[in-house]
């Protein structure tokens, strides 16, 4: 059967009529009706057309329906923590008409959001720095290095040997690289692991190198660092000394400063206890003076200061010293006792303990000081002003200035002109750093100790 062809049924009671009961029950045929149907419906829309006076509108195309599978369900429930960076589409958004990113380009929008870390210059690209760069005074720098036992210590960079660690000896100061914390220019924290700071090349994005530092701060770190650790060091003599030349000490001695000196430490039990009586004393009677009593621990008698500008001339004054001391030491008789007794000062700011007995102690100390000027090597005082004391309290200039109470007169200390002080053994020589540093003792870095017996 065709469909939109109308059958006549046959006559009743003949074999066609059979059949076509037949296949009529079986088939149900509506095809015609659907037919009849639509037609229908196209007939009442074109005569409500034609009744309204509008044509007829168009066929409409057929909607595709949107693919629902891209989009993120996270965003329908209100809780999509990517944003405009989902990959998947948010209807209703500024980014639904955006094209969804690559997983490439996601990942590279992200990297470039956070920001890497920039690589810091190693420790070992510091060492090497300094030791080759001639723009670079070696001994203007300090290391700050974890110690196992003794936790963070600070030495001078040119005490150290860089070589590699298996071809040193047991007498010579090396440490692993890592193991070091800190670098200073002077006092000044110039790189550091523990802050990634890196002033030394800029490495980490602080836009200054050691260059810019040292054109900065040289000067008035300089000051600061020897301002109280050497003010005994430089001192002029006795205030019997006239008063021009006692002006021009001063002067020469604020234009060169020392880095380095030979001192022979106080280690006597007697005499620590009895400074520390003195300076409890002190403390009473001017609570302000307990900030410029000098440590037990760093007490010595200076013998020579210098000034030594590169590792080369440290080494030169090590060698010297050994040469001085395997020629003349017979000038110091064998084992030497100083007597401490009395107090003194100069100019009100330094208040200081003098021995006794020391003319073979003098006469060993200018002979020493004519030693290092013959080889080329600066020497602070001249041999003829210096003389021999003990620093138990000093109060610097500037600060003499703002506060005059701050006075070391004798009217502070009378009480303690005769009182005796105790004895120490002269049985070895140290030729230490002149700065702030100290050792786990408290006592100056010492590079060489010269025993004498």
């Known amino acids: 059967f065709l469909p939109g062809l109308s059958l006549l049924p046959p ?3 003949s074999a066609e009529s059979s059949i076509f009961s037949h296949l009529s029950k079986a088939q149900k045929w509506k095809a015609p009706k659907i037919m009849e149907k639509s037609s229908e419906q196209e007939g009442c829309s074109s005569c409500e057309s034609h009744a309204t006076g509008q044509e007829p509108e168009a ?3 057929p909607t595709v329906e949107t693919d629902n599978s891209h989009t993120c369900t996270f965003f329908m429930e209100g809780h999509c923590r990517f944003g405009n960076r989902c990959r998947s589409l948010h209807p209703g958004s500024i980014q639904e008409n955006a094209m969804p990113l690559s997983p490439k380009s996601v990942k590279g929008k992200a990297s470039a959001e956070v920001r890497k870390k920039l690589p810091m210059k190693t420790a070992e690209d510091v060492i090497s720095r300094i030791q ?13 290095y974890l110690d196992r036992f003794l936790g963070t210590l600070e030495k001078p960079f040119s005490a150290f040997s860089w070589e590699d660690l298996a071809s040193v000896g047991h007498d010579v100061l090396a440490i692993p690289k890592h193991r070091i914390q800190y ?9 550091d692991k523990r802050t990634r700071t890196d002033n030394v090349f800029g490495s980490t994005g602080s836009g200054q190198t050691i260059l810019d530092i040292m054109e900065s701060y040289k000067t008035l770190v300089q000051a600061e660092n020897l301002e109280g650790a050497d003010e005994d060091l430089i001192e002029e003599s006795d205030g019997e000394n006239n008063t021009e030349f006692a002006q021009e000490e001063r002067t020469s001695a604020h234009r060169l400063r020392p880095t ?4 022979v430490r106080i280690s006597s039990r007697e005499v620590q206890d009895t400074i520390k009586e003195v300076q409890q004393y002190l403390v009473k009677e001017q609570p302000q003076l307990e900030d410029f009593c000098c440590s037990v621990s760093t007490l010595h008698l200076t013998l020579c200061p210098l000034h030594l500008h590169s590792p080369e001339e440290i080494q030169h004054a090590v060698t010297t010293l050994h040469e001085f001391m395997s020629t003349t030491q017979r000038l110091l008789l064998p084992m030497l006792i ?3 007794q009395g107090l003194a000062d100069f100019h009100s700011r330094v208040l200081y303990v003098t021995p006794s007995e020391t003319t073979e102690l003098s006469r060993f100390s200018h002979s020493l000081s004519r030693h290092f000027s013959e080889k080329g090597l600066m020497v602070i005082q001249p041999p003829t002003t210096q003389k021999l004391h003990l620093t138990i309290a000093k109060v610097p200039r500037h600060c003499l200035r703002k506060d005059p ?10 009480g303690w002109q005769g009182k005796e002080f105790g004895a120490q053994a002269v049985d070895s020589l140290c030729f230490c750093y002149a700065g702030k540093e100290r050792q786990a003792d408290g006592f100056y870095t010492t590079l060489l100790e010269f025993p004498l017996y």
């Open 11 to 13: 006559e009743k009671g």
């Open 59 to 61: 066929e409409k195309e």
């Open 132 to 144: 080759w760069d001639e723009h670079l005074p070696k001994e203007c720098f300090v290391v700050g």
């Open 183 to 191: 670098f200073k220019y002077w006092d000044l924290i110039v790189w």
């Open 260 to 263: 380095h000196f030979v001192a």
């Open 338 to 340: 100083l007597h401490f």
């Open 405 to 414: 109470t701050l006075q070391l007169g004798l009217d502070l200390y009378k």
